[in-house]
Each structure stands twice: as C-alpha cells, then as structure tokens.
C-alpha cells in the first residue's frame, strides 16, 4: 500500500535539523530526541505546526531515541550524552537526571518501557545495560498503558510485497492513537467535572453566608430584593427591555422598584448567568466589593436578588449610556442601546471636555481602589474600558463592572500589588501585553486600559488595532503628528498633553518605565483644571440625591462648603479619610446636616 508522505513545521535552524526518533506523548505530540540538535523538537499532529522546546543542557547533545515513562514523561537514551534527558510534555521542560556511569562513552541506542515501569536501555558500544527507573504512578500496569499493545489488535502477517504487513502496522497505529485520544479525553473531562464540583461547593458557601448577612456593616447597606418584585419590575424579563447583553447575562430596564427610592431615572437591573457557578461568584464578588467603596465616579450597587434562578444586580440606571457606545454611537447594537435609554438618533456627540473628564474621573477612581483605606482593601478592576464607563443625565462617568475585579493583599517587587492568574482575562484591545507575558495583573495593567480608553477618547475607533493606527505620534510625540491621527475637535495642546498621558500608561513595554496612575490623574487634572473643565458643580445643583449613592437625598455640608453627599456616605468617605467629590479638598469636619440641605444650594460659602 502506498504510504503518502508530505513535509510540515519549519526549518528550526537548530543544528541542521538533526534529530533521533521521536516519541508520542500523552498530550498527542510527538516530541524528538535531540542527535546533534541542542533542543527538543515538538510537533503538534493536529495543525502540522512544529516549536522547539526545553533546554540546551550542554550534553553533547546525543541521544537515540526515547520512551513514554509510566508518568507521562519521555526519557531519551544517552548515545554519547553522559546523562539521561527527561522531557516534561506537560510545561515544555527539559532536565538532566542520572549519573554518567562511564560506561563506553555512553553509548546506548534505543530503549524499552518494561512491565514494570522501569525503562531498559539497549547497548550499542556500551558493555551493560542501562536501566531507567521513572516514578510509577499507583495502579499503573504495562497492559493499561496507552503506548502498550493490546490485544484486539490482530497479529501482522506477510503477504506478497509486505503490502498487509504496512496495512496492519498502519491499522495498529491507529487504533492506538484513537484508544490514547478516547484516554486523555476522558481524563480531561473528569479534570474538568472535580474542578467544577470544587467551584460549585465553593460558591454556594460563599452565596449561603453572603445570604445570611448580606453586606458587612461597614459599608452602605444594600437591599435584598425578590424575583418577584424584579419580575414585575422588569415586566418578567421582557426582551423588549434589554439594555445590553455580554459574558455576565443580560441588563434590563426597570422604571421604577418601589422597595428601593431614589433614582429618578430609574434602574438596571443585571441578571448573571448560571454558568457553572460563575454567575454566583460574579455576584457574591461584586456585592462584597462594592459594600466596601464609597466613589462618586464608581457605580453605586442598589441592591441584588439571591433566589438561584433570578441572580441580579441592581444599579441606578444611567440614562447618557456608555462613552463606548456615545464614542461609536454607529457601531454594532449601539444604536438598538442607546434608543433604549431615550437617546435621539444619532445622539449629541460627546465634547472634548466631557471625555477629558471621564477619563480624569476614572483615572481618580482607579487610584482610590489601588490604595488601601480604613475598612477598604487594595482592589485591581482587570475590565477597564469604555463600555464600562457609564453617563448619567449629565454626563459625569462612573465607572462599572466591578465583577472581575479582585481584592488583593500580594506584594511584588517594590510594593506593588499584582494577582496571578492561569488564563488571560480581558476584552481585546485593553489586554495588557505584560499582563499575556507573566500572567500578573497589576496596577500597571489597569494602567494599561486607561491608556486604550484615553486613546479611543482622542481617536474614536475600535480599541483593536489602535496603538498601530497611531505609531506615527506616539514614537514622535510632535503638536503635529498628534493633530493628524486625533479627532480634530481637540485642542492641539490638549491632545499633546494626553497623547503623552498614553504613552505613559500604554506604549511604553517594561514595567518600570510604565506611568503610575496616580501620575496619570495628576496629568489629567492638570489639562482639565487648564482648561476649566470643571466637576459638575452647576449639575450638582439641579440635583438632590447624593452625588456617590445617587439614591439618598443630600444632607451633609463639608467644611468646604459643599453639599454633595447623604449622612451615610458622607460618613463613609470620612471615615475612608477621602476628599470632597467636587472640590477635592480634604473632609475635615461637617458644618451642617439634615434632610432640608437637599433643597440649598450645593455650594454655600462659609465665613
């Protein structure tokens, strides 16, 4: 039978190309022996695709060939190597074990797994043979190995030419290689079902005892709501009422929740999805976070449902939509989100001082959950982005989305908080590549999406692709050069000024040389407060509700003189010993309070 044959993979320029026999792991690649290569060739049979793996161990370089140990891992026989080379299929690594036993040079050509788990080594010019003893998993048996013969596989016998001898190797080779496919997609599949069960039992822990005592005293009290009184809020989760969708479930519009007062514009209601216990996580994690933080530009939690078929969250709707969304107004279900909330189609396009500050308020915002504070852990966002950057009437941002955020207390090199993680979490475009490289989410990673976000701010566009759409100004950072690829509505000042700001946050490639957010927010106070571009100080003025909450009537006046905030998050911010949100000056003690405040003025000079 004519056998095809075709060349893959690459020319690896590592020694010639020279290898010796190659061994199928149990990850379904074939990985081959260095001769007078320095590395391990793998290939992928799946995409023809080949790398090259490990290490060079300086050991000659001289194997022949290889075997699949009882523990996975490939052990390649010295030919003049002076030690055994084991290869680790699972991380790609490569090490040296054994002892050079001098034993003619160390040649040995071939090798065969045994029935007891142990690898016997043939001699070529060596005297002795060389045994290999690999660690034996428990329960572990020549017959159950994926690589050993079976017995249903028939006997090969000769024909004429040798053609039913190659059909009966081929066919053995295949039922072999469809058995070991069967063995690792079971094994992966149980993997996957303990993991789940692990994070199953783990949820409903946490959701049982956030059920119990649902928000910690120390923060804003958040109300426990019914599906029932969501559903008729929501009109039974109409789809006619669907704000927008993504990875957590779907939001909804709610005019009004008479158990919750407040809120003039009304609510959004998010019910998460039941995916594997991910939706109670999302939920349990956003709940415990936001009960901690008290920010005038962060999305206040209003309250949440905790019945297992209805999890949501619920937030005072913000009526000016997302900046993505007023930034792309054209673009995608945009047009569909933005009718929902009112808005005229197309909508008014967004100033370039409202985008100055909401960026400037989300920069704020960020650092105030970097830093640690009374009653408040350090806390890493990990989803910046203008999506989740919500306007309310008046276009003040607040930033969203809190649900893959995460409190940490992990100390890196010099003090800097950073979080771990096995698999990239992000939206493209806004994925830190220091963040791909290490896998450590850190300050700097947020650090790098407020960069993006600044950048679509001064180039309305899709965040994919951004960076190189702009090359030319941010590796020459000239008045011109920034003018040519920004919106031309913006200052040619302004924009040199923030295009600076994004190189710091973005475009530079190592951490050390990457702008610390609280730079940043200095740099975007500085253009705003230039410019005048003010916080909402007339705005505030036409409100009652508190300007952190936006749900209690305001009822505190600092000693600045501003009245901005209810009794129970003027407390909060003083006790987190944070700043008045309009004029920044530190909070210090309280000149009046009571309900009649809500109809005075916000400001109120004091003698």
């Given at each position: 039978?004519?056998?095809?044959?075709?060349?893959?993979?690459?020319?690896?320029?590592?020694?010639?190309?020279?290898?010796?026999?190659?061994?199928?792991?149990?990850?379904?690649?074939?990985?081959?022996?260095?001769?007078?290569?320095?590395?391990?060739?793998?290939?992928?049979?799946?995409?023809?695709?080949?790398?090259?793996?490990?290490?060079?161990?300086?050991?000659?370089?001289?194997?022949?060939?290889?075997?699949?140990?009882?523990?996975?891992?490939?052990?390649?026989?010295?030919?003049?190597?002076?030690?055994?080379?084991?290869?680790?299929?699972?991380?790609?690594?490569?090490?040296?074990?054994?002892?050079?036993?001098?034993?003619?040079?160390?040649?040995?050509?071939?090798?065969?797994?045994?029935?007891?788990?142990?690898?016997?080594?043939?001699?070529?010019?060596?005297?002795?043979?060389?045994?290999?003893?690999?660690?034996?998993?428990?329960?572990?048996?020549?017959?159950?190995?994926?690589?050993?013969?079976?017995?249903?596989?028939?006997?090969?016998?000769?024909?004429?030419?040798?053609?039913?001898?190659?059909?009966?190797?081929?066919?053995?080779?295949?039922?072999?290689?469809?058995?070991?496919?069967?063995?690792?997609?079971?094994?992966?599949?149980?993997?996957?079902?303990?993991?789940?069960?692990?994070?199953?039992?783990?949820?409903?822990?946490?959701?049982?005892?956030?059920?119990?005592?649902?928000?910690?005293?120390?923060?804003?009290?958040?109300?426990?709501?019914?599906?029932?009184?969501?559903?008729?809020?929501?009109?039974?989760?109409?789809?006619?009422?669907?704000?927008?969708?993504?990875?957590?479930?779907?939001?909804?519009?709610?005019?009004?929740?008479?158990?919750?007062?407040?809120?003039?514009?009304?609510?959004?209601?998010?019910?998460?999805?039941?995916?594997?216990?991910?939706?109670?996580?999302?939920?349990?994690?956003?709940?415990?976070?936001?009960?901690?933080?008290?920010?005038?530009?962060?999305?206040?939690?209003?309250?949440?449902?905790?019945?297992?078929?209805?999890?949501?969250?619920?937030?005072?709707?913000?009526?000016?939509?997302?900046?993505?969304?007023?930034?792309?107004?054209?673009?995608?279900?945009?047009?569909?989100?933005?009718?929902?909330?009112?808005?005229?189609?197309?909508?008014?396009?967004?100033?370039?001082?409202?985008?100055?500050?909401?960026?400037?308020?989300?920069?704020?915002?960020?650092?105030?959950?970097?830093?640690?504070?009374?009653?408040?852990?350090?806390?890493?966002?990990?989803?910046?982005?203008?999506?989740?950057?919500?306007?309310?009437?008046?276009?003040?941002?607040?930033?969203?989305?809190?649900?893959?955020a995460r409190a940490e207390a992990l100390l890196g090199p010099g003090g800097q908080t950073h979080h771990t993680t096995q698999n990239v979490m992000g939206s493209p475009g806004f994925?830190?590549?220091?963040?791909?490289?290490?896998?450590?989410?850190?300050e700097v990673t947020d650090g790098y999406a407020l960069g993006i976000s600044l950048l679509m701010c001064l180039k309305p566009r899709s965040a994919v692709g951004l960076l190189d759409?702009?090359?030319?100004?941010?590796?020459?950072?000239?008045?011109?050069?920034?003018?040519?690829?920004?919106?031309?509505?913006?200052?040619?000042?302004?924009?040199?000024?923030?295009?600076?700001?994004?190189?710091?946050?973005?475009?530079?490639?190592?951490?050390?040389?990457?702008?610390?957010?609280?730079?940043?927010?200095?740099?975007?106070?500085?253009?705003?407060?230039?410019?005048?571009?003010?916080?909402?100080?007339?705005?505030?003025?036409?409100?009652?509700?508190?300007?952190?909450?936006?749900?209690?009537?305001?009822?505190?006046?600092?000693?600045?003189?501003?009245?901005?905030?209810?009794?129970?998050?003027?407390?909060?911010?003083?006790?987190?010993?944070?700043?008045?949100?309009?004029?920044?000056?530190?909070?210090?003690?309280?000149?009046?309070?009571?309900?009649?405040?809500?109809?005075?003025?916000?400001?109120?000079?004091?003698?």
């Amino acid at each position: 039978m004519a056998i095809p044959m075709h060349l893959i993979g690459t020319n690896l320029g590592e020694g010639g190309g020279k290898w010796s026999g190659g061994v199928l792991g149990p990850d379904g690649k074939v990985y081959c022996v260095p001769c007078d290569a320095r590395r391990v060739l793998r290939i992928d049979p799946a995409t023809g695709a080949t790398d090259l793996i490990g290490s060079d161990h300086g050991e000659g370089g001289k194997w022949g060939g290889g075997v699949l140990g009882p523990d996975g891992k490939v052990y390649c026989v010295p030919r003049n190597a002076r030690r055994v080379l084991r290869i680790d299929p699972a991380t790609g690594a490569t090490d040296l074990i054994g002892t050079d036993h001098g034993e003619g040079g160390g040649k040995w050509n071939g090798g065969v797994l045994g029935p007891d788990g142990k690898v016997y080594c043939v001699p070529c010019n060596a005297r002795r043979v060389l045994r290999i003893e690999p660690p034996v998993p428990r329960g572990w048996s020549l017959a159950a190995s994926p690589m050993a013969p079976h017995e249903d596989v028939a006997p090969t016998t000769a024909t004429a030419g040798g053609t039913g001898s190659d059909e009966l190797l081929a066919l053995r080779f295949q039922l072999e290689e469809e058995r070991a496919a069967r063995a690792r997609t079971e094994a992966a599949a149980e993997a996957r079902a303990a993991e789940a069960e692990a994070r199953a039992v783990a949820a409903e822990r946490e959701l049982a005892a956030l059920r119990a005592a649902p928000p910690p005293a120390a923060g804003r009290q958040v109300a426990v709501l019914t599906r029932a009184e969501l559903e008729a809020a929501t009109r039974g989760f109409d789809e006619g009422g669907v704000l927008g969708e993504g990875g957590f479930g779907k939001v909804y519009l709610a005019a009004a929740l008479p158990p919750l007062a407040g809120a003039p514009h009304g609510f959004a209601v998010k019910r998460l999805r039941l995916d594997g216990m991910q939706g109670e996580e999302q939920l349990h994690n956003e709940v415990q976070l936001l009960s901690s933080c008290q920010h005038e530009a962060l999305l206040p939690l209003a309250g949440v449902c905790l019945e297992r078929e209805a999890l949501c969250l619920v937030y005072p709707l913000m009526v000016g939509g997302s900046l993505e969304d007023r930034l792309l107004p054209a673009v995608g279900d945009a047009p569909r989100r933005l009718a929902r909330l009112g808005l005229p189609s197309p909508p008014a396009a967004l100033t370039w001082q409202c985008r100055l500050r909401a960026m400037r308020d989300v920069a704020r915002v960020l650092a105030y959950l970097h830093a640690a504070a009374p009653g408040k852990p350090v806390m890493l966002h990990r989803d910046v982005k203008p999506a989740n950057v919500l306007l309310d009437a008046q276009l003040n941002a607040k930033l969203a989305d809190v649900g893959l955020a995460r409190a940490e207390a992990l100390l890196g090199p010099g003090g800097q908080t950073h979080h771990t993680t096995q698999n990239v979490m992000g939206s493209p475009g806004f994925i830190d590549p220091l963040y791909v490289e290490t896998r450590q989410y850190s300050e700097v990673t947020d650090g790098y999406a407020l960069g993006i976000s600044l950048l679509m701010c001064l180039k309305p566009r899709s965040a994919v692709g951004l960076l190189d759409a702009c090359v030319d100004a941010l590796e020459d950072p000239t008045q011109e050069k920034v003018a040519a690829v920004v919106d031309p509505t913006w200052p040619a000042d302004v924009a040199l000024a923030l295009m600076r700001v994004v190189i710091g946050l973005s475009w530079r490639r190592t951490r050390s040389r990457r702008m610390p957010i609280a730079d940043a927010v200095r740099a975007l106070e500085a253009v705003a407060d230039n410019h005048d571009v003010r916080p909402g100080v007339s705005v505030v003025d036409e409100a009652r509700e508190c300007v952190v909450c936006l749900m209690e009537p305001r009822a505190v006046r600092f000693g600045c003189g501003h009245c901005a905030c209810c009794t129970t998050c003027a407390g909060l911010l003083q006790a987190q010993r944070m700043s008045c949100p309009v004029c920044r000056l530190p909070i210090r003690r309280f000149m009046e309070e009571g309900s009649h405040l809500a109809l005075q003025p916000t400001f109120v000079e004091l003698q």
